[in-house]
């Protein structure tokens, strides 16, 4: 790791893929630090490489950081999988997967509560909880937290770290000190949403995107879920010893929009959303946000389980209606599907053409970006039974 001159960004490389020729990739993170105490924040971009919005978002606030006090300390890690960002088929970004492995990366992530070395009841015995303590017991979690990614690390690298653990292990360790974590992803054709914990329902009104899906508090392989599943097994074992222990953390996916794109002026309304979460921490004064524009936002949120998609019935062409971030009522049409396999005369012309119509009423959240599609493929992601906070 090397370290460059004192600055109010602090630049720090990590070097995470060695290549044949024996150049070295590294990983670029930017901190900066506030003014006095305050809460510690973690923000990376662009995992898969193709959803790049996030990096416009970050350089929006680190601009505003820049020109701002602010309180605590934030750490910036925009293009945090350089493998992705240049896995190019064409002029497109493939990025998502590991060509290697096929692995999705935002599903190569640790949970360490499963590895061996990792003892909850152990360290709740040494960390006795009251009213008094909650903040010493949440800075001594933490430091257990970097500690035991810091021993998987040691123990996976005794037969050599494998090429999808080694980078998403590094970013776990650089979030393990945060009170907020905030990973920037886009959908393929989507509209602004977030992923939050069930847990975090009530705090995720200060985070004002247009729509919210409340995920389980349970481990699925994402970075978010990475970060919050040790403090929800930590709550578990304190409540069985009847202690109510808040967990002190907030860990989101954001999705800002659509893949292979980034908008400037996007980035500004994305970034006003995020600093008004800030505002609301204490790591910036409201004073501070009085000229900038926060999007006036009617907040729809829907459980996981009423995210439905909608899945190709045949190969052909599509003609995608419905646009992400819109309402379609139930019968209305979705997309069209063209395709001449059934045309044999001038009468069945009429049968290349279908169209679909949604099963209920929902938003639209997700299309595919291709217009060429075979049968089975995911073409929309629709959230239903939506409600208001």
């Known amino acids: 790791m090397t370290k460059k001159s004192e600055s109010k960004i602090e630049r720090l490389d990590y070097p995470i893929k060695t290549l044949p020729n024996g150049d070295t990739q590294n990983l670029r993170v930017f901190r900066m630090r506030g003014t006095g105490p305050g809460p510690k924040v973690y923000i990376q971009a662009n995992v898969h490489g193709a959803e790049v919005q996030g990096n416009a978002v970050i350089f929006e606030l680190m601009n ?77 979690f933490k430091e257990y937290l970097y500690l035991s990614l810091e021993k998987e690390r040691e123990n996976l690298s005794k037969r050599g770290l494998s090429e999808d653990k080694s980078p998403n292990l590094i970013l776990q360790e650089l979030a393990a000190p945060a009170d907020i974590i905030l990973d920037l992803h886009t959908g393929p054709k989507a509209t602004r949403y977030l992923y939050a914990a069930e847990y975090a329902k009530e705090k995720v009104k200060d985070l004002p995107f247009p729509f919210t899906l409340l995920i389980p508090d349970e481990y699925a392989g994402a970075m978010d879920e990475a970060c919050f599943i040790p403090w929800v097994k930590l709550k578990e074992v304190y409540e069985k010893q009847g202690i109510d222990f808040k967990i002190p953390i907030e860990s989101y996916t954001i999705e800002l929009g659509s893949e292979e794109i980034i908008s400037m002026s996007e980035a500004k309304s994305d970034a006003a959303r995020i600093l008004h979460l800030f505002s609301q921490r204490g790591i910036v004064p409201e004073k501070s946000l009085e000229a900038i524009f926060l999007p006036k936002t009617e907040q729809r949120v829907a459980m996981l389980s009423d995210y439905k998609t909608y899945y190709a019935p045949k190969g052909a062409l599509v003609e995608y209606i419905a646009s992400p971030g819109e309402f379609v009522a139930k019968d209305q049409p979705l997309y069209r599907l063209l395709n001449f396999s059934n045309l044999h005369h001038e009468e069945d012309l009429g049968e290349c053409l279908q169209e679909v119509l949604a099963h209920e009423d929902c938003y639209i959240i997700n299309h595919c970006p291709s217009a060429v599609i075979n049968k089975g493929t995911a073409l929309y992601q629709v959230m239903t039974n939506t409600f208001k906070f």
């Open 64 to 140: 505003f950081f820049s020109n701002h006090e602010f309180k605590g300390s934030i750490t910036f890690v925009p293009m945090a999988n350089p493998q992705a960002l240049i896995h190019k088929s064409g002029t497109y970004t493939q990025g998502r997967f590991n060509p290697q492995s096929g692995k999705n990366w935002n599903r190569n992530y640790t949970d360490i509560t499963e590895c061996s070395h990792f003892n909850l009841n152990e360290f709740v015995n040494n960390n006795n909880n009251n009213n008094n303590e909650t903040e010493n017991v949440a800075n001594n």
